[in-house]
Each structure stands twice: as C-alpha cells, then as structure tokens.
Nanobody, 116 residues
Framework: QVQLVESGGGLVQPGGSLRLSCAASGSIFSINTMSWYRQVTGKERELVAS???????NYADFVKGRFTISRDKAKNTLYLQMNSLKPEDTANYCC??????????WGKGALVTVSS
C-alpha cells in the first residue's frame, strides 16, 4: 500500500504564494509520474501539473508561468510552488502517483483558498 499526504494548503490573498507538499510512504519503489490535480465542488477534476521520473514537467495553460512542480526523489516528496495566486485557483489540490507497475494512488488533498 501507498500513503500520500498533502500539506501546505490554506488561505492566501490574491497575488500571494503557497507551497504544497505531498509526502509518499509505504511501497513506493518504481514511481513513474507524479501529478497535482485540483477540484472545485461541483466541477470536474483538472490536471494542474505533472512531472516524470526523468524530471520532465508539464503544466496546464491556466498555471503556466505561475506554478512550478518539483520532486525530491530522496524524500519521496512532490511539491507545487504556487505564485501570483488568483481567486479562481481556489480548490482542493490532490497529488497522484503513477507507478511503472501501473498502480495509481491519490491523496485526499489540501484546500487552497484565495480570497481577500
């Protein structure tokens, strides 16, 4: 089994920054891609950013230039640095981990609220 625990969410003013973390534990050998998704109640979940085992990253257009995804393989931790936050970034942010063995796991998420 794999456990994913997100942290770093909270309330921030528009234009502010937050850094999310997702710590993986358990049977975490052979991780392939790690991703951040977000979801607003009543709306579909959307991909925010992903990073491969080789370090290649991809971003949704709505966060390009503002968010940065990174991973620390030694700590089995995924990060999302979020800058220039907007009210429309308000959502529950979840991490997803894909393994080379085709296993996929999700965290429960961290709530980010952008409001003045």
């Amino acid at each position: 089994q794999v456990q994913l625990v997100e942290s770093g969410g909270g309330l921030v003013q528009p234009g502010g920054s937050l850094r999310l973390s997702c710590a993986a534990s358990g049977s975490i050998f052979s991780i392939n891609t790690m991703s951040w998704y977000r979801q607003v109640t009543g709306k579909e979940r959307e991909l925010v950013a992903s990073i491969s085992s080789g370090g290649s990253s991809n971003y949704a257009d709505f966060v390009k230039g503002r968010f940065t995804i990174s991973r620390d393989k030694a700590k089995n931790t995924l990060y999302l640095q979020m800058n220039s936050l907007k009210p429309e970034d308000t959502a529950n942010y979840c991490c997803e981990v894909d393994f080379f063995s085709n296993r996929t796991y999700w965290g429960k998420g961290a709530l980010v609220t952008v409001s003045s």
